[in-house]
């Protein structure tokens, strides 16, 4: 899969998955779970005040039965996240959309050491995007721009498994892994380029099974072929990257945002290393992103 509309139409086959909208009374994530139904990708279950929900769920323009959409009355927020997180647990939801509530607010109940969602594992954001660099529409994925904010090195490791989770799901068989820096030099004045070094030779030895990992690379020398010649870069990662490992939460969240508000390309993320997919899209996320959000989430299912 190289663009959101194919993922759309696969995640369309292979749903619908239910979809638990966490205090649901929010436009945007409303239109996006009536055309994920409407798709055949997803099943909305809508968590929150009934009345609140219904009002704007009459408001919107999308042609749907009240009827075909479940509701789980819950009078404040906390209790709205504790049920969506409950029900994933007893395999009554098979993914959680964020709705009108903070991101913490969602992840607090997903992460409660008694009744979350924890497998052991780290949890880490993926986002992707179509990337258009190379002439040729592809999918490139950023990780992680939301949760982890300084991760070291047995982080990272953690969150390149969760990236390659994501990317066997999208159909690529041996995913090409960027560890990204500021440089392709390692330095010991430059942290993130050391961790690059120590996590290339590790993927060396088999730690990461069927991809390809290669780092510390910049951003022009992972994406772009004439960058990686003119540095000297003979890595098969190097101009070909379909996943860029940030160093840290800015440099990830920049990047995020870049490529969609400069870029113009339509982006989904999703939360991986949890019991399901979390999808926690910003306020400010079109209907489309959270339709490709519910699109990801879908194929990351039975992770």
């Avoid at 009240?66 to 504790?82: D, G, M, P, Q």
């Avoid at 007893?90 to 903070?102: E, N």
């Avoid at 010991?188 to 050391?194: G, R, Y």
């Amino acid at each position: 899969m190289n663009d959101f509309k194919t993922l759309r139409e696969v995640a369309a086959q292979k749903g619908p998955k239910r979809l638990a909208v966490v205090n649901a009374d929010d436009e945007v994530a409303l239109s996006a779970a009536v055309e994920a139904m409407q798709l055949n990708i997803a099943q909305p279950v809508l968590i929150g005040e009934k009345a609140k929900i219904t009002s704007i769920l009459n408001s919107l323009p999308a042609d749907f039965q009240l009827s075909n959409i479940e509701f789980v009355e819950e009078n404040s927020v906390e209790a709205a996240a504790r049920k969506a997180v409950e029900m994933a647990r007893s395999g009554d939801v098979d993914i959680l959309l964020k709705g009108h509530l903070r991101t913490d607010q969602l992840l607090r109940a997903a992460l409660d050491k008694k009744d979350g969602l924890r497998t052991g594992s780290l949890l880490s954001d993926v986002l992707i995007y179509e990337d258009v660099l190379s002439g040729e529409r592809r999918f490139v994925g950023v990780t992680d721009g939301g949760l982890n904010v300084l991760p070291n090195l047995e982080q990272k490791i953690q969150i390149i498994k969760n990236a390659l989770l994501v990317f066997h799901r999208l159909g690529f068989v041996k995913p090409k892994i960027a560890i990204m820096s500021a440089t392709e030099a390692v330095s010991e004045t430059l942290p993130s380029t050391v961790d690059a070094h120590k996590i290339t030779t590790l993927a060396e030895s088999g730690e990461f099974g069927d991809c390809e990992i290669f780092g510390p690379l910049a951003l022009d020398n992972a994406l772009l072929t004439s960058a990686a010649k003119a540095k000297g870069i003979s890595s098969p990662v190097a101009g070909f990257a379909n996943v860029l490992v940030m160093p840290n939460i800015e440099a990830g969240n920049t990047l995020g945002k870049a490529v969609k508000y400069i870029g113009g390309s339509q982006c989904a993320h999703v939360i991986m290393g949890a019991a399901v997919p979390i999808l926690i899209p910003s306020r400010v996320e079109s209907i489309d992103d959270k339709l490709n959000s519910i699109a990801l989430g879908v194929l990351c299912c039975g992770q």
